[in-house]
């Protein structure tokens, strides 16, 4: 069983390059989310969705769009990369329709944005 | 609205000495508490968790019980290992429908053989 796969787990950007980060789980989960993490922020949300068709903003969302066509898929884009965005990303689902609340994530990508 | 507050670090220990990482919380009713651990290079896994008050839960050795009167979920471990070197997250449950987790910042423990 796979779990949550994110795609790449290292990229390196131009400042104003885009890309998109991409997350993938098997679980059948309603709930995805991408957090990032920085040295002495811990866990900030980007977005998240409580399933397909429906997403919503986090915590620190500007500079980042997302689409959830899937219940599989939620990508993450960065239309114009910022040296401020340099950080580790994670994704992360849940099953929502258990009381368990267990978040699963993915491995992470390290992205560097000179 | 719902924050969770752990104690800085890191924390360097030597092998087989005893843990405590200290959480508190702020929550609305009464959301459901965990520990996520997360190993050099990877992401967060579930350690532990308690769904009510008084609840203890444990895994590898850790322990943590949820503490209504205090609002505490403090972390422990009897006798830590080299492998225990990580970094530990206290987390908040959802609450009032919102199914948005609340995290602490984030403890790095270090231990020394």
């Known amino acids: 069983n796979a779990g949550v796969t994110q795609t790449p787990k290292f990229q390196v950007l131009k400042t104003g390059q885009s890309m998109t980060l991409q997350c993938a789980q098997d679980?059948?989960?309603?709930?995805m989310s991408w957090y990032r993490q920085d040295p002495g922020m811990g866990l900030r949300l980007i977005h998240y969705?409580?399933?397909?068709?429906?997403?919503d903003q986090g915590e620190v969302p500007n500079g980042y769009n997302v689409s959830r066509s899937t219940t599989e898929d939620f990508p993450l884009r960065l239309l114009s990369a910022a040296p401020s965005q340099t950080s580790v990303y994670f994704c992360?689902?849940?099953?929502?329709?258990?009381?368990?609340?267990?978040?699963?994530f993915g491995s992470g990508t390290q992205l560097s944005v000179l | 609205g719902n924050s969770v507050t752990q104690m800085e670090g890191p924390v360097t220990l030597s092998e087989e000495a005893f843990l405590t990482i200290n959480c508190t919380y702020t929550?609305?009713?009464?959301?459901?508490l965990f520990w996520y651990v997360q190993y050099p290079g990877e992401g967060l896994q579930l350690l532990l968790k308690?769904?009510?008050?008084?609840d203890k839960g444990s895994n590898k050795g850790f322990e943590a019980t949820y503490r209504k009167e205090t609002t505490s979920f403090h972390l422990e471990k009897g006798s830590v290992q080299v492998s225990d070197s990580a970094v530990y997250f206290c987390?908040?449950?959802?609450?009032?429908?919102?199914?948005?987790?609340?995290f602490g910042r984030g403890t790095s423990l270090i231990v020394h053989p």
């Open positions: 992360a689902s849940s099953d929502r329709s258990s009381t368990n609340e267990k978040l699963f």
């Open positions: 679980m059948n989960h309603e709930y």
């Open positions: 969705s409580v399933g397909a068709g429906i997403t």
């Open positions: 929550a609305t009713g009464y959301p459901s």
């Open positions: 308690a769904t009510k008050a008084d």
């Open positions: 987390a908040l449950g959802s609450s009032g429908g919102s199914y948005i987790p609340t």
